[in-house]
């Protein structure tokens, strides 16, 4: 076992909380408890006045702060540019959603903060809200912000809208269908919490919190705070995990760090799973319905989806962009469509904003479309399998240029499909399916053959700066990078990359992931391309390095003989980088479910996954990102759900009703290596951090519909908790029902 993974596993692990930091205050947020209210007053004079208060802050306090930036690279349907209002820190004249800062209160303990906390006494006058229903979001309801009258953000048309209605009109056979989304909370194992500290010497902001690489944290909050990037230390500490979620700064981050200028001292924040629920970013929230035409010979002729996407109350820096952007780049999946048309629509809504969860709109359109190929399926009577081998993009075809405009580099999508249905026995199901009825169960198969898009993000490349230097019978190497790693062994991934670059062992290595001051260009880590991005500059860093150490070998000496008596920094340090690539990674993932008719329990009870990484660098870190993400996608197929009542208020705040998936609820999940080196960067990698979620959406929900659909039953909306299954399938029958009599004539 690698010193990185021993070190988590043996509780040596330093999260935000973990963190001692000298003098350092204490702070406690008031958070609304409406979902949508005018602040008609915000008294905090008997706060201040407690002990051991040191600050009581409301957005008064802040105004010379700026609020958050939000984009989307993509005119409207209209041609007019995306313009989201900014995010403020705290709440000013009304308030947007349930847990949207009101007040900050900073004193000497954490009890203390609580205690003044408690003693704020904010005013509301309420007002209508905009639930999280899509149906609702375009009526005359007020608007939550001038900016979007009718609550809608943004609708978007790309495609060819007139040929796939001609296409349907020539069509055998049109398939719609329509899949839910719900919102999810990314629940990481460590609350989002911050430290903050002004040098008032240096004139920078120090932060440490969890994140996944500096550069989009530090861009945001250097926005807010109206500083350059310079000025901004961003601190990297141990990440409990990212998903996502904790790629963009928060409103809490850039408050710690205006309290600490203004109380002359550090302050930190520990947050509870509570304000997790209520602060962070909730994933998912959309609904799409998808039209897919197929000629008399089973071949599919155009598709045409639309999107509902739930921004929450604001719009947070790359929320709105993973609702189109993603699902366009692989709206028609692994199949030969020749033409396509998608229609996205963004609403705001008075619930926590919305942003990128693990998969990021990937997720959505892989479900939507393999649900779409199952009903195909059943339609027309053909053989679920051969419908899609008959469809999807041959290994000759690539690079496959997508109706939308989308370049696949690479893949052997009939490859990973065969390997999946010989993984999982498939046609053993028949037999598996009578031994769970015998029991009373229903039993259903399913399969999800997907493609998604990795890598890229906003810069045009990654830079990394590698020293090399002899110790012993290998080498000593110190390696930094922006990247910001949540789990996914970058440590030791990279150490493999040198160490097959140079030909020669690592005996000692230090990988500097995200140092606070950095000056690398780079992106965090997110989208699947730490290896793609970060590990191609390892790959072309060592590589002018061993150029450089030929041209100073004499004849015959050894590489670790010129490295031994190299004393030249400008040898010993290589500063590269690698342009950013757009890769395709794809899979084949097949579930199999039981369904207890009698409480509507559904278990996982068999899980395959076949992924087509690319080259991969270290075998056992992709399988522990891909289980890790199936396990996030059976969680969120079976139960998982941030419900909303009609005043706003979260349902499901803890997790004593938000069913995080448990061990007993995984079955043992099994993952294979396909992989199709991609030409689009120096290591042929295509990236696994989001390949377990993208594929387990389709398998489950395609493997709960067979089992429904085997007894005549229709299936329901994600998620498969019991209270929406029971009531859809039969009975478990009895032993008076075992042997039905005939009716008397």
């Not at 994933?283 to 599919?300: E, P, V």
């Not at 009825?437 to 890229?456: D, H, K, N, P």
């Not at 010993?572 to 579930?591: E, K, N």
Request: hydrophobic share 45%.
């Amino acid at each position: 076992m690698s010193r990185g993974r021993q070190r988590f596993l043996t509780g040596e692990g330093a999260y935000t909380a973990d963190l001692v930091v000298d003098g350092a205050a204490h702070a406690v947020f008031v958070r609304s408890d409406y979902a949508h209210a005018l602040l008609t007053a915000v008294e905090v004079n008997d706060a201040r006045a407690m002990p051991g208060v040191l600050a009581v802050l409301t957005a008064n306090d802040l105004a010379s702060m700026r609020g958050f930036p939000a984009f989307l690279h993509y005119p409207d349907r209209n041609g007019r540019a995306f313009a989201a209002p900014p995010r403020p820190i705290m709440a000013s004249d009304r308030v947007r959603h349930v847990g949207e800062i009101v007040a900050m209160v900073v004193a000497e303990t954490a009890y203390a903060a609580q205690d003044a906390a408690e003693r704020v006494s904010v005013g509301y006058a309420e007002l209508p809200v905009v639930a999280c229903r899509f149906a609702d979001a375009a009526d005359t309801q007020d608007p939550i912000h001038e900016a979007f009258p009718a609550n809608v953000a943004f609708r978007g048309l790309f495609g060819d809208l007139a040929a796939c209605k001609a296409a349907e009109e020539r069509a055998a056979h049109v398939v719609m269908l329509a899949v839910n989304l719900p919102r999810v909370v990314p629940n990481a194992m460590e609350p989002r919490s911050a430290i903050g500290r002004w040098s008032e010497k240096e004139g920078t902001y120090e932060l440490w919190a969890p994140h996944q690489g500096i550069p989009e944290i530090r861009r945001d909050l250097a926005a807010v705070l109206d500083v350059p990037s310079k000025d901004l230390r961003v601190h990297p500490v141990d990440v409990g995990g990212g998903f996502g979620a904790r790629g963009p700064a928060y409103p809490e981050y850039a408050a710690v760090l205006a309290a600490a200028r203004l109380v002359g001292r550090p302050v930190r924040w520990l947050g509870t799973r509570l304000e997790g629920f209520l602060g962070e970013h909730h994933g998912r929230g959309s609904r799409l319905s998808g039209r897919l035409s197929i000629d008399a010979a089973g071949r599919f002729q155009s598709l045409h989806v639309r999107l509902d996407g739930d921004l929450g109350a604001w719009v947070t820096p790359v929320g709105a962009h993973i609702h189109v952007h993603n699902p366009l780049q692989t709206l028609t999946g692994v199949y030969r469509i020749p033409v396509a048309a998608f229609e996205p629509t963004l609403h705001v809504t008075n619930a926590v904003p919305t942003g990128p969860y693990r998969g990021a709109g990937r997720p959505d359109i892989a479900l939507l479309v393999e649900r779409l190929v199952d009903e195909a399926a059943r339609i027309t009577g053909r053989d679920r399998i051969a419908l899609r081998n008959r469809n999807c993009i041959l290994p000759s075809q690539f690079p496959f240029l997508t109706p939308l405009g989308a370049t696949y580099d690479c893949g052997d999508y009939p490859r990973l499909l065969s390997r999946a249905l010989a993984e999982a026995d498939w046609r053993g199901f028949s037999a598996r399916r009578r031994a769970s009825a015998r029991q009373g169960l229903l039993r259903g198969i399913g399969l999800s053959l997907f493609t998604e898009v990795a890598g890229g993000g906003p810069v045009a490349a990654d830079e990394v700066e590698l020293a090399v230097t002899a110790d012993g019978g290998g080498l000593s190497v110190e390696l930094h990078t922006v990247t910001g790693s949540t789990g996914q062994s970058h440590a030791e991934a990279f150490a493999r990359i040198i160490e097959r670059e140079l030909g020669t062992p690592i005996v000692s290595f230090n990988l500097v992931g995200s140092a606070p001051a950095a000056s690398l260009a780079g992106a965090g880590s997110f989208g699947s391309r730490s290896m793609t991005s970060a590990g191609s500059a390892v790959a072309i860093a060592c590589r002018v390095f061993k150029g450089r150490v030929a041209a100073l070998a004499d004849h015959g000496e050894g590489f670790l003989d010129v490295v031994r008596k190299a004393n030249d920094p400008d040898l010993v340090r290589v500063r590269a980088s690698a342009p950013v690539s757009v890769t395709f990674p794809a899979g084949c993932h097949v579930a199999e479910v039981e369904i207890d008719p009698a409480t509507g329990v559904t278990r996982v009870v068999s899980y395959v996954a076949v992924d087509d990484a690319g080259t991969v660098i270290d075998h056992d870190a992709v399988v522990g990102q891909i289980a890790g993400g199936v396990a996030q996608g059976i969680g969120e197929a079976l139960g998982e759900i941030a419900l909303y009542d009609d005043a706003g208020q979260l349902l499901a705040s803890s997790f004593m009703d938000y069913p995080m998936p448990r061990a007993t609820d995984l079955p043992a999940i099994r993952v294979f290596d396909e992989g199709v080196p991609s030409p689009n960067n120096p290591l042929g990698a295509k990236g696994a951090g989001e390949a377990g979620t993208t594929g387990a959406l389709g398998a489950v929900s395609n493997a709960v519909a067979d089992a429904l659909a085997h007894v005549g039953c229709r299936c329901p909306d994600m998620p498969y908790a019991p209270g929406l299954v029971w009531p859809l399938s039969p009975p478990r029958p009895t032993a008076m029902q075992s042997s039905p009599r005939r009716r008397p004539n």
